[in-house]
């Protein structure tokens, strides 16, 4: 039998999640918990998130910021076009796994290069990957944001394949990078 602790229930990850997002687009600054004791917790009693995030690796898209969270709130994994590759997997099944995190959030953004790169068939040498990935997930769509959202949907079913077994919930999300404001996709 498993003595892993489990993070708090998906519903309630997600609440905090919608809540530290209202914030977040209501403020002009930041509130999460950043503090020395913060850094001194977690050093001494490790990471407990209580959220793993997939998200692109765009300089504009700060989970623990779009959140209102702190040190030790969130398992970030990113990537350009917040694609899915062994990598990933292996990073969203540690915090499922090992960190006890029960609720995994895919999401995109607007603006994003990797999709729009897609949508026109551009690549440069090693971004083929990624792009070839995320045409994958979008098909033939060329409106930016609903290839955004089918790139998510697209993370998230390979999530899932992989995570079988697992009680985690995956929800799907896209941030606005305009507004600040994060649509859920539930």
Not at 10 to 22: D, I, Q
Not at 58 to 67: L, N, Y
């Amino acid at each position: 039998m498993s003595t892993l602790k489990r993070s708090i229930p998906a519903e309630k990850a997600l609440k905090r999640l919608k809540e530290g997002n209202r914030r977040f687009v209501e403020s002009d600054s930041y509130d999460g918990d950043i503090r020395i004791s913060r850094r001194s917790y977690t050093t001494e009693n490790g990471q407990h998130p209580f959220a793993a995030v997939l998200t692109c690796a765009d300089s504009r898209v700060i989970p623990e910021v779009i959140f209102s969270t702190g040190i030790g709130d969130l398992f970030v994994v990113r990537c350009a076009g917040n694609v899915v590759d062994d990598s990933t997997l292996g990073s969203m099944e540690y915090a499922v796994d090992h960190l006890g995190v029960n609720l995994v959030l895919v999401m995109g953004h607007t603006n994003c290069g990797a999709v729009i790169e897609a949508i026109k068939g551009h690549y440069d040498r090693h971004s083929l990957e990624i792009i070839n990935d995320v045409r994958a997930g979008i098909g033939f769509e060329t409106d930016p944001y609903e290839a955004t959202k089918l790139n998510v949907l697209n993370s998230m079913m390979l999530i899932a394949d992989d995570m079988m077994d697992d009680s985690a919930t995956i929800v799907g999300a896209v941030y606005d990078t305009q507004s600040g404001r994060v649509e859920f996709l539930l």
